[in-house]
């Protein structure tokens, strides 16, 4: 078996609302690029680089993408570097990619997605046992409530628990007043049952006003704070500062990245990501360096399709330690029946939604990543 072929599609949906934070600008699904890739045999797997221009690590360490740079970095560098491999060896395909180019991780994460689904197909399993195996059926939900009036907020807050979802992400960082009346709006409107976690993207000007403002955070009874600062000194500090866990998230987008936090005791959970290390094959390497430290993970989105929160949900589905909520969208795909008023995106380029129950998504369980492409809907959908 070898790849052989591609197609390449620029697709963008448009979402039930708008969805920021602290360092972005752009509403999510703005414009992603989708990855067909066609073995010799005629296995087809499918991939999505869901690129953002404003997303990056610590101190522009790892650059923003957009659907244009993806579509250059495959064409000329990556396709190139793995033509005619045989899609089985996941790792040298991702020791060749690397070769071919440094960086670019959203790219690579396409093409790794579409690995995995050719690869699945062919054996007839679903992804998430190609990664190591399905230590759970479902993933419980956080879901991410953007930077927004604190009515509007509170509102939505309210939605999420009548349908179930027991996490809510608040978006913050900005002004530490506005979010300690935020976390104390929500809070009393949801009551003490749901779990409320803080992002502030990194935007807290120092580690000593993150420990500050956390402190009086703590007493809306705060699950954990999600990168309070920029900088693994400085997330250092406020791990060791508070009593509150402390997740990191734009400070951990690689194996290395881990390791250098674990050394400085820089957080207590992990954000993974596909996109972020390049990929489902190494975000399996990430959580099995925080297994070994006793560390918990989530694996977080970057507001995904259908494709790419098949990869998420089959991450999260591998990892014995990647049982905290994750904070991935609820795929919608319209005129389907039966589906929460909870979604990212008002339609989806697959053709059935992942089944929800009691604020869980469940784990797809057909071949590959055990999804159905509705050719219609990229055709529907797509841009130039």
């Given at each position: 078996?070898?790849?052989?072929?591609?197609?390449?599609?620029?697709?963008?949906?448009?979402?039930?609302?708008?969805?920021?934070?602290a360092?972005?600008?752009?509403?999510v699904?703005?414009?992603?690029?989708?990855?067909?890739?066609?073995?010799?045999?005629?296995v087809?797997?499918?991939?999505?680089a869901t690129?953002?221009?404003?997303?990056?690590g610590?101190?522009?360490?790892?650059?923003?993408?957009?659907?244009?740079?993806?579509?250059?970095?495959?064409?000329?560098?990556?396709?190139?570097?793995?033509?005619?491999?045989?899609?089985?060896?996941?790792?040298?395909?991702?020791?060749?990619?690397?070769?071919?180019?440094?960086?670019?991780?959203?790219?690579k994460?396409?093409?790794?997605?579409?690995?995995?689904?050719?690869v699945?197909?062919?054996l007839?399993m679903?992804?998430?046992?190609?990664?190591?195996?399905?230590?759970r059926?479902?993933?419980?939900?956080?879901?991410?409530?953007?930077l927004m009036?604190?009515?509007s907020?509170?509102?939505?807050a309210?939605?999420?628990?009548?349908?179930?979802i027991?996490?809510?992400?608040?978006?913050?960082?900005?002004?530490?007043?506005?979010?300690?009346?935020?976390?104390?709006?929500?809070?009393?409107?949801?009551?003490p049952?749901?779990?409320?976690?803080?992002?502030a993207?990194?935007?807290?000007?120092?580690?000593?006003?993150?420990?500050?403002?956390?402190?009086?955070?703590?007493?809306?009874n705060?699950?954990?704070?999600?990168?309070?600062?920029?900088?693994?000194?400085?997330?250092?500090?406020?791990?060791?500062?508070?009593?509150?866990?402390?997740?990191?998230?734009?400070?951990?987008w690689t194996?290395?990245?881990?390791?250098n936090l674990?050394?400085?005791?820089?957080?207590?959970?992990?954000?993974?990501?596909?996109?972020?290390?390049?990929?489902?094959?190494?975000?399996?390497?990430i959580?099995s360096?925080?297994?070994?430290?006793?560390v918990?993970?989530?694996?977080?989105?970057?507001?995904?399709?259908?494709?790419?929160?098949?990869?998420?949900?089959?991450?999260?589905?591998?990892?014995k330690?990647?049982?905290?909520?994750?904070?991935i969208?609820?795929?919608?795909v319209?005129?389907y029946?039966?589906?929460?008023?909870?979604?990212?995106?008002?339609?989806?380029?697959?053709?059935?939604?992942?089944?929800?129950?009691?604020?869980?998504l469940?784990?797809?369980?057909?071949?590959?990543?055990?999804?159905?492409?509705?050719?219609?809907?990229?055709?529907?959908?797509?841009?130039?």
């Amino acid at each position: 078996m070898k790849i052989q072929s591609y197609e390449l599609f620029d697709v963008a949906i448009p979402t039930r609302r708008r969805h920021v934070w602290a360092t972005s600008s752009v509403d999510v699904g703005s414009g992603y690029l989708l990855i067909k890739l066609i073995s010799d045999t005629g296995v087809v797997g499918w991939g999505e680089a869901t690129a953002m221009a404003e997303w990056g690590g610590d101190f522009g360490v790892y650059y923003g993408e957009t659907r244009e740079t993806c579509r250059l970095i495959f064409e000329q560098y990556l396709f190139p570097a793995i033509e005619g491999m045989n899609p089985f060896e996941i790792a040298l395909v991702h020791e060749k990619m690397d070769r071919a180019v440094k960086g670019y991780p959203y790219a690579k994460t396409a093409v790794d997605m579409a690995i995995y689904d050719m690869v699945g197909k062919e054996l007839n399993m679903p992804v998430c046992k190609l990664l190591g195996g399905q230590f759970r059926d479902r993933i419980a939900l956080g879901h991410s409530i953007g930077l927004m009036d604190i009515e509007s907020a509170v509102k939505e807050a309210l939605l999420v628990k009548e349908v179930g979802i027991k996490n809510i992400k608040l978006k913050g960082g900005l002004d530490p007043i506005r979010d300690l009346e935020l976390i104390k709006s929500v809070r009393e409107a949801v009551g003490p049952e749901l779990h409320i976690t803080v992002d502030a993207n990194q935007c807290y000007p120092t580690a000593k006003e993150a420990i500050q403002w956390a402190k009086k955070m703590d007493q809306y009874n705060i699950f954990y704070l999600e990168q309070p600062v920029e900088g693994l000194d400085q997330m250092a500090q406020v791990t060791h500062g508070l009593s509150i866990p402390v997740c990191a998230d734009e400070s951990c987008w690689t194996p290395t990245d881990a390791i250098n936090l674990l050394k400085r005791g820089g957080c207590d959970f992990f954000s993974i990501y596909t996109a972020k290390p390049g990929g489902m094959y190494k975000g399996r390497i990430i959580a099995s360096i925080a297994e070994a430290a006793g560390v918990r993970c989530n694996t977080n989105g970057s507001g995904e399709f259908g494709i790419g929160n098949a990869a998420n949900l089959h991450l999260a589905a591998s990892a014995k330690n990647i049982n905290l909520p994750s904070v991935i969208p609820v795929t919608h795909v319209a005129d389907y029946s039966g589906q929460i008023p909870i979604y990212s995106f008002v339609d989806d380029i697959i053709k059935k939604p992942f089944d929800y129950e009691d604020g869980c998504l469940k784990v797809p369980t057909g071949p590959g990543l055990g999804i159905e492409i509705d050719i219609e809907k990229i055709k529907k959908y797509s841009i130039s």
